[in-house]
């Protein structure tokens, strides 16, 4: 009798355990083979030319393609100095839509006249929040890079 119930409760929890993996594989997108040429990566881009207004709030652009998330995802970006002296300033922060397709971002931000009409330096980040539980229960975000790109571009009177 104690043998047949330990073989029942252990093909109970063996059946339970396919189940759940079965689940799992339809409920959650799986990460695409990257030798699979025809799965789009992650990817951000940056736009030649900048707008600066005579305030000094700066815009940038430039498309992104990201495929599922977890957590939110943005599309951030930062303007420094074409020699990189002065240090990052964020121009502002896009929610992205990750479902695959490649889509426009604009962020925009105020540089304090740091920034004239020429050349300067843009960083552009695909950036996604996780939560974490933290002390006491609460959620802690906890970022994660999924791609970066950097580039010179012309900063112009607009």
């Known amino acids: 009798m104690f043998l047949r ?3 029942g409760v252990a093909a109970g929890a063996a059946l339970l355990m396919l189940a759940a993996s079965s ?3 339809f409920d959650e997108p799986a990460d695409p083979d990257p030798a699979d040429s025809t799965v789009a990566a992650d990817m951000v881009t940056i736009d030649e030319t900048g707008q ?3 305030d000094g709030t700066v815009t940038l652009s430039g498309t992104y393609r ?3 998330s977890s957590g939110p995802v943005y599309v951030s970006s930062s303007l420094a100095a ?3 002296t002065y240090e990052l300033y964020g121009i502002g922060g896009t929610r992205a839509i990750c479902d695959g397709t490649e889509r426009t971002w ?3 931000g105020r540089t304090l006249g740091r920034f004239q009409p020429g050349p300067a330096h843009v960083e552009a980040t695909l950036l996604e929040l996780h939560s974490d ?3 006491f229960g609460l959620p802690i975000p906890r970022p994660n890079v999924r791609v970066t790109h950097e580039q010179g571009i012309e900063l ?3």
């Open 23 to 25: 689940a799992t594989a």
């Open 66 to 68: 990201c495929r599922h």
């Open 133 to 135: 539980d933290g002390p």
């Open 106 to 108: 604009s962020n925009t």
């Open 5 to 7: 119930k330990t073989v």
């Open 82 to 84: 074409e020699d990189r």
């Open 52 to 54: 600066i207004a005579s």
């Open 156 to 158: 112009s009177e607009g």
